[in-house]
């Protein structure tokens, strides 16, 4: 009868565990999606999500692009993993922050008008899933001009301006 009350107990307390995540999952939406004809646009849900956000490649089918303003005034944001498919960002996207480290994937082919400008960055790792040569071919992609940023491709840092900013 006691191994039956343990096992009982312990299927309870897997089952309070699998409720909790569940729960945990359901409540943890950090992205709002805007669906246009035919593609997605993503944002914060709000200024005050945190931690490590991946941002997927697509959302009920749709391809997703970064809106305008997506991460504005994000100040809790650790770090943002774009996934490969992924292919714009639009402009000030990351503007006011937090983030160290963005993960950008081969797939960008477009920055629209400075998605890092209007920032004060003092430690910004771009890592750029392609080389230092693809970086530069991809339209808009910043370059130098940023202060407090660091770009990291695949065979190496395509630029590094951190020890320059204030």
Not at 10 to 39: G, M, N, P, R
Not at 68 to 79: E, G, L, M, P, S
Not at 113 to 139: C, S
Request: hydrophobic share 40%.
């Amino acid at each position: 009868m006691n191994r039956l009350k343990k096992l009982t107990f312990i299927s309870f307390l897997c089952t309070l565990l699998s409720f909790s995540f569940l729960f945990a999952a359901c409540s943890s939406e950090t992205l709002k999606y805007q669906k246009l004809s035919d593609v997605c646009m993503v944002y914060a849900l709000d200024t005050n999500i945190s931690g490590d956000i991946v941002v997927p490649a697509t959302y009920d089918g749709l391809e997703v692009m970064i809106a305008d303003n997506a991460f504005r005034k994000c100040y809790k944001i650790k770090t943002i993993t774009l996934s490969e498919g992924i292919r714009v960002i639009y402009e000030l996207a990351f503007t006011q922050c937090s983030a160290s480290e963005i993960n950008v994937p081969h797939s960008i082919e477009r920055f629209k008008n400075a998605p890092f400008a209007v920032n004060e960055y003092k430690y910004l790792t771009i890592n750029y899933a392609g080389t230092i040569e693809e970086w530069y071919n991809v339209d808009g992609a910043p370059t130098s001009v940023y202060s407090g940023i660091q770009v990291v491709c695949t065979d190496g840092v395509a630029f590094d301006t951190r020890e320059t900013a204030n």
